[in-house]
């Protein structure tokens, strides 16, 4: 895994990001939904794995969970899974903060 840095520090990822509006990021040539809920960074492959939507044009509900807007799967934003396992798992990256910045797993 390779860490790639994402935000200058954790104020500016707050800055950047609203609370529970996806935002898209292509790290690496890999398209990534950034949400921010709470105090904490969620970073899933941004391409739903039922048909291929953005997902970042997706709505975050209060459990923590992303619906695309296609065909509104929901997928779990600390899991990847699709709640009714109705299509594969997203794949999940791992954030960290680091003195110099917001890092994530690639
Ligand atoms: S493309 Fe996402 S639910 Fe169908």
Redesign the pocket.
């Known amino acids: 895994m390779q860490w790639m840095k994402i935000f200058s520090g954790v104020d500016a990822a707050r800055g950047k990001l609203t609370e529970n509006k996806p935002r898209l990021l292509v790290v690496s040539g890999k398209r990534i939904c950034v949400v921010k809920q709470g105090d904490t960074i969620y970073a899933v492959s941004d391409t ?1 794995t ?4 953005s ?1 970042s044009k997706g709505k975050v509900n209060h459990a923590c969970e992303i619906v ?1 807007p ?4 929901i997928f779990s934003l600390k899991t990847g899974r699709e709640y009714q396992q109705r ?1 594969t798992d997203l794949e999940c990256y791992p954030i960290k903060e680091e003195t110099d910045g917001l890092y994530i797993g690639i």
């Not at 039922?50 to 939507?53: L, Q, T, V, W």
């Not at 296609?70 to 799967?73: E, R, T, Y």
Request: proline share 0%; charged share 10%.
């Open positions: 739903c039922h048909n291929g939507e997902l695309c296609w065909h509104g799967h299509s």
